[in-house]
């Protein structure tokens, strides 16, 4: 219960990885307001139905009013805000020169301009506070990945939005820093066991080092690590949680 009485904000957490990083949030005891723009009560009676406490939000992370509201209504229903986890990402992948505008314009807004809108309303109430956790999940293809300017556009970015925070409020008693999450067990990645018999899904296993995919609570221990008072002297850091796959 290393977070025992913390309230937390993961985005994108009615599903698959931010799912896993809320519920082993409300494991170690804080208070999880589920973000997202479905599903968000579903997986808030989850964790409320095994004993956490957890609340449900709609917000559309890029845009700027809402997750203003989404910070305000934490704060309102729980007193506080300690963790802010901007986890909210999406994709459209596609080769560099066929890439529509605004396949480019539509990740940009949600993986780093959500995560600078998430960013900037916790800290505003974290700095008056002095007291604060910022995790940002970036991904391995921050490096740069086929098929993926745009994605690995917006992850580079939250790295560097990430080491700016930090540098700007680390006396301000606010922590922030990176997840950088290798190849995940999610829905989404679990289809790929369905493709020509499992070619694609046994390829990038061969990926991986350590021979196996992740499960989101992999990367859920890592945010709440980060979270916790054991932490509390690390600050802009980019950690890799895949395997051995991101070098």
Request: with cysteine; hydrophobic share 45%.
């Amino acid at each position: 219960m290393r977070l025992k009485d913390k309230v937390a904000i993961v985005t994108g957490s009615a599903r698959g990885l931010g799912k896993g990083i809320a519920i082993k949030l409300a494991e170690e005891g804080a208070k999880v307001v589920i973000a997202d723009m479905a599903g968000a009560e579903e997986t808030a009676k989850e964790i409320s139905d095994n004993g956490g406490t957890a609340t449900a939000f709609q917000v559309n992370v890029a845009k700027q009013d809402e997750v203003q509201a989404l910070v305000k209504y934490a704060i309102d229903t729980y007193g506080t805000l300690d963790i802010m986890v901007n986890n909210a990402g999406i994709n459209r992948d596609g080769m560099l020169h066929k890439m529509p505008v605004e396949n480019w314009d539509t990740v940009i807004a949600v993986d780093l301009t959500g995560t600078f809108y998430g960013t900037q309303e916790a800290i505003k109430y974290m700095r008056q506070k002095g007291y604060g956790r910022v995790i940002n999940i970036s991904s391995g293809s921050w490096l740069g990945n086929i098929g993926q300017a745009n994605y690995a556009a917006a992850k580079a970015g939250v790295v560097g939005l990430t080491k700016t925070a930090a540098r700007e409020n680390a006396r301000k008693g606010i922590t922030c820093n990176a997840i950088c999450p290798g190849f995940i067990e999610t829905d989404m990645t679990l289809k790929l066991k369905e493709v020509n018999d499992g070619a694609a899904w046994n390829s990038m296993m061969q990926r991986i080092p350590m021979g196996y995919a992740g499960k989101p609570s992999d990367v859920g221990n890592m945010v709440a690590f980060l979270a916790s008072d054991e932490a509390a002297y690390i600050t802009s850091e980019v950690i890799n949680v895949g395997g051995g796959m991101i070098v």
